[in-house]
C-alpha cells in the first residue's frame, strides 16, 4: 500500500550484507537488508497523500511474474533478508500469491504492505500458506465517515477491520500503519486503541511527508504546531502505557523541526526500492527528480551493480555533492542534508539543502507557509489517481 513505507533501520551497521568486491569495480556499499518491492500502481483507494509519484506506471508497464521471480532470485542471492510487497495495491496483482511462494522458497522474509479491501479471507488464507510472514494494513482513521472519505473508497474502513481480524486468526504478526495529519490527528487516542483491540504487534504513527500527491495536498492535510505537539504527548503517553503489548513508531512531519530527517537513511546507503516497471531507485520518490537516469532490472546490469555503480545512486552519496550550508556542518554526516526529494520539490535543485532545516535559506518561509495552510481553510482533497488527480466534490463525495 502506497501510503505506508517500512521502516528504514537506524543504522546502516547492521542492516546491509556485505558484497563482495569482485563483483563491482566501484568502492563496496553494502547491500540493504530489506527492500520495498512496489509491484504495481494499481489502487482502488484513492489516498491525497500516496507516496507513489504523481506519474504512475500503468499496468502494461509492469514487470511480469518470471521477471519479479527473477527480481526476487537475484536479491535472496546477494544477501537480501526481507522483502516488503507494496504498491499501489499489491494485491491488485493477480500473481501475488505466487510471488509470495517463491519469495518463501528463496529464503526471504515477507511482508505485505496492503490497504486490505481487495482480501477475502481465503487469499489470506493462501498468502498465508505460501510463506507470507507478516501483514501491514493501513488505516485511514477511525470511524467510517472521515476514513473511506480520505481514501476515496466507501466501505473500505469496515473492510480494514475484518481483514485485520482474519490476520491476527490466521496467527499473522500485524501492523497497523496510521498515516497522521490535520483531518484525522484529533482521532490519534482512539487509533491507538483500535490497534490495541485489533492484537496488532505493531503501530506506525506516519504524519504526512510533504512531496509528490501530498505535496499537491498540502493545504489540506498540513497540521498544526498545537496538534502536533498535542500528537507527540500522547504517543509518549501511550508508549509508556502499553510498553510489551504494542510498539509504536512515530513519524513527525519536519516542516515544523529543525533539523530533517535521515531521509532513506542516507541516498543510496540504506534502502532501495523496485518500482512497477523495474526501475531501481534510492527512494520511492526519486523519479520526481528530473534529469537522473535510473537503470532497470531489465537493463543487462545486475541489481548489484545499479546499488553501487550506477550514476544516480551515486549522485547524492555521501557528502561530496554538497552545497553550503550542508558542506561544512557538522551534522552532515548524521542527516546527509536532509531529503533530496523535497529539496528538488521545494528548490528546484536535488542538492540544496533540505528547507526542512533551519540552516536552508528558505526554512522561515517554508515553515511560515505550513503555518498559514494549516490555519487555513483549504479541506477538500484532491485524489490521487492514474488521470493526474480528481478534486473532491464540494460536498466531500
Ligand atoms: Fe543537516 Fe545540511 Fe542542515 Fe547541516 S545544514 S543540519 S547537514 S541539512
Ligand atoms: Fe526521496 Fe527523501 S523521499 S530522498
Known amino acids: 500500500m502506497s501510503d505506508v513505507l517500512p521502516t528504514i533501520p537506524p543504522d546502516t551497521s547492521d542492516s546491509l550484507a556485505v558484497l563482495e568486491k569482485s563483483r563491482s569495480t566501484a568502492e563496496t556499499f553494502g547491500i540493504p537488508l530489506a527492500v520495498l518491492l512496489e509491484i504495481t500502481h494499481r489502487c482502488p483507494l484513492q489516498c491525497p497523500y500516496c507516496s507513489n509519484p504523481v506519474e504512475l506506471d500503468r499496468s502494461g508497464k509492469e514487470l511480469t511474474t518470471d521477471e519479479w521471480k527473477k527480481v526476487l532470485s537475484e536479491l535472496a542471492e546477494i544477501g537480501v533478508l526481507q522483502v516488503h510487497f507494496s504498491g499501489g495495491e499489491p494485491t491488485a496483482r493477480k500473481d501475488l500469491v505466487d510471488l509470495v511462494k517463491h519469495a518463501s522458497d528463496v529464503g526471504l522474509y515477507t511482508n505485505l504492505i496492503t490497504s486490505a479491501v481487495l482480501l477475502t479471507r481465503e487469499k489470506l488464507s493462501e498468502l498465508a500458506d505460501a510463506g507470507l510472514c507478516h501483514v501491514q494494513i493501513s488505516f485511514q482513521g477511525i470511524e467510517e465517515g472521515l476514513a473511506d472519505r480520505v481514501a476515496g473508497y466507501k466501505g473500505g474502513h469496515r473492510k480494514k477491520l475484518e481483514v485485520a481480524k482474519w490476520t491476527r486468526e490466521l496467527d499473522l504478526p500485524l501492523t497497523v500503519n496510521a498515516v497522521m495529519h490535520r483531518q484525522n490527528l484529533h482521532q490519534l487516542p482512539d487509533i491507538i486503541q483500535m490497534s490495541v483491540d485489533l492484537d496488532a504487534d505493531r503501530l506506525e504513527v506516519a504524519n504526512v511527508q510533504y512531496y509528490g500527491w501530498a505535496l499537491k495536498n498540502r493545504a489540506a492535510l498540513m497540521p498544526t504546531v498545537a496538534q502536533l505537539d498535542e500528537c507527540t504527548a500522547i504517543v509518549e503517553a501511550a508508549r509508556e502505557r502499553l510498553k510489551g503489548r504494542l510498539t509504536i513508531d512515530y513519524v513527525v512531519p519536519d516542516y515544523y523541526a529543525l533539523r530533517p530527517k535521515k531521509c532513506m537513511g542516507g541516498w543510496g546507503r540504506q534502502f532501495f526500492n523496485i518500482s512497477p516497471a523495474g526501475k531501481v531507485l534510492p527512494c520511492h520518490a526519486a523519479e520526481s527528480i528530473t534529469g537522473l537516469d535510473f537503470l532497470s532490472v531489465r ?99
Open 299 to 397: 537493463s543487462n546490469h545486475s541489481i548489484a551493480w545499479i546499488w553501487q555503480n550506477s550514476e544516480a545512486f551515486n549522485r547524492y552519496r555521501g557528502t561530496g555533492w554538497m552545497k553550503e550550508p550542508c558542506k561544512s556542518c557538522e551534522f552532515r554526516e548524521i542527516d546527509f542534508g536532509g531529503c533530496r526529494c523535497q529539496a528538488f520539490a521545494l528548490t528546484g535543485d536535488a542538492a540544496n539543502t533540505d528547507p526542512a532545516c533551519a540552516l536552508s535559506p528558505l526554512h522561515e518561509t517554508i515553515f511560515k507557509q505550513a503555518e498559514a495552510e494549516a490555519e487555513g481553510e483549504t479541506s477538500r482533497f484532491l485524489y490521487r489517481n492514474f488521470a493526474g488527480g480528481t478534486l473532491e466534490s464540494e460536498n466531500g463525495t
